[in-house]
Every structure is written in C-alpha cells, then in structure tokens.
C-alpha cells in the first residue's frame, strides 16, 4: 500500500513563505520511479495542477499562476517530496495534495492524472 503524507501547511500572511513536505512510503513503492506533482484545491473549487516533477528530478512543470513564486523538488533519497511557496497571495489558500503518477510530470500536468494521493495539508493566506 502507497502512502503519500503532507505536512508544512499552515496559516501565513501574504507576501510570506511556507514550505510543503510530502513523505512517500509503501512497501512495494519505489519513489524514484513515479513522477510528482502538487495540486491544490480551493474552497468551493475545482481541484487544480499546481506543479510536476520528473522522476529525475531534472523536468518542471508549473502552473502560471505560481510560476517565479513556488518551487518543487525531490530528494529520491529520503523519498520526500517538496515544494517551497514564497511570495503567498489569499489565492493561493487550498488544500495541496501531494500525487504521483507512472506517466510523465508533462503528462500530469495536462491531464491532472495521478497513481496516487496524499490526504491534503491546508494553507490559509491571509491578507
């Protein structure tokens, strides 16, 4: 069984940072061969694409609206997942859900496909 967990989330005031973790585990899950991403999913929203990252780590894809404020990464390592928010704005307040996916980060962010979800972490900006 695949288990994706965030944590990181949390209330900031606008034009302030926070860092999402997502910590992947199973017994038959090997990290490094899943691409991830993050999607976010507002009040009374639609769940979005926020960002994909390739199994390597060495391929991004963002979503305009966060692009040059949020960055994603990946340490294949310690199986963990991240992505660092700076510059928050009240609209970037949602849950984020951390996927992964056997497709490609590119594929995820076309097709808001995943293997697997984590349970979400909320962030709230306030402004």
């Known amino acids: 069984q695949v288990q994706l967990v965030e944590s990181g989330g949390g209330l900031v005031q606008a034009g302030g940072s926070l860092r999402l973790s997502c910590a992947a585990s199973?017994?038959?899950?090997?990290?490094?061969?899943?691409?991830m991403g993050w999607f976010r999913q507002a009040p009374g929203k639609e769940r979005e694409f926020v960002v994909s990252?390739?199994?390597?780590?060495?391929?991004?894809y963002y979503a305009d609206s966060v692009k040059g404020r949020f960055t994603i990464s990946r340490d294949n390592a310690k199986n963990t997942l991240y992505l660092q928010m700076n510059s928050l704005k009240p609209e970037d307040t949602a849950v984020y859900y951390c996927?992964?996916?056997?497709?490609?980060?590119?594929?995820?962010?076309?097709?808001?496909?995943?293997?697997?979800w984590g349970k979400g972490t909320l962030v709230t900006v306030s402004s």
């Open positions: 996927a992964a996916a056997r497709t490609t980060a590119q594929a995820m962010s076309v097709t808001y496909g995943a293997d697997y």
């Open positions: 990252i390739s199994r390597s780590g060495g391929s991004t």
């Open positions: 199973g017994r038959t899950f090997t990290f490094s061969n899943y691409a």
